[in-house]
């Protein structure tokens, strides 16, 4: 198996998702300090903002590594990875 197409920026994600992780943490913090609700989820919202763009670094690797060589290489295997980028699109908009 290759390796993924973040490869190359894994430090750079993983210290994106270590400041989401603290972020949460204060979120669950100012829960337990009873914080006015307004600043939690103002706090959620940043939060979610921060892991969306993760995602999006992801699918733009996905798409720019692993599907790019899937349609490279044509076949099933490129029907199949377009399906799986289609649908990983369409959840994120979802979310």
């Given amino acids: 198996m290759d390796a993924p ?12 998702l270590r400041r989401v ?15 006015y609700c307004i600043d939690v989820l103002e706090q959620i919202s940043a939060a979610t903002r921060a892991l969306q763009s993760v995602a999006l670094l992801l699918l733009d690797d996905h798409l720019s590594h692993c599907v790019a060589h899937a349609v490279a290489a044509g076949g099933p295997e ?18």
Avoid: N, P, T
């Avoid at 029907?79 to 980028?85: C, I, P, Q, S």
């Fill in 5 to 16: 197409g973040y490869s190359d920026e894994k430090d750079a994600v993983l210290k994106r």
């Fill in 21 to 35: 992780e603290g972020q949460v943490r204060g979120i669950a913090g100012m829960v337990e300090d009873e914080r």
């Fill in 78 to 95: 490129k029907d199949a990875k377009l399906a799986e980028a289609s649908e990983a699109i369409a959840r994120l908009v979802r979310s």
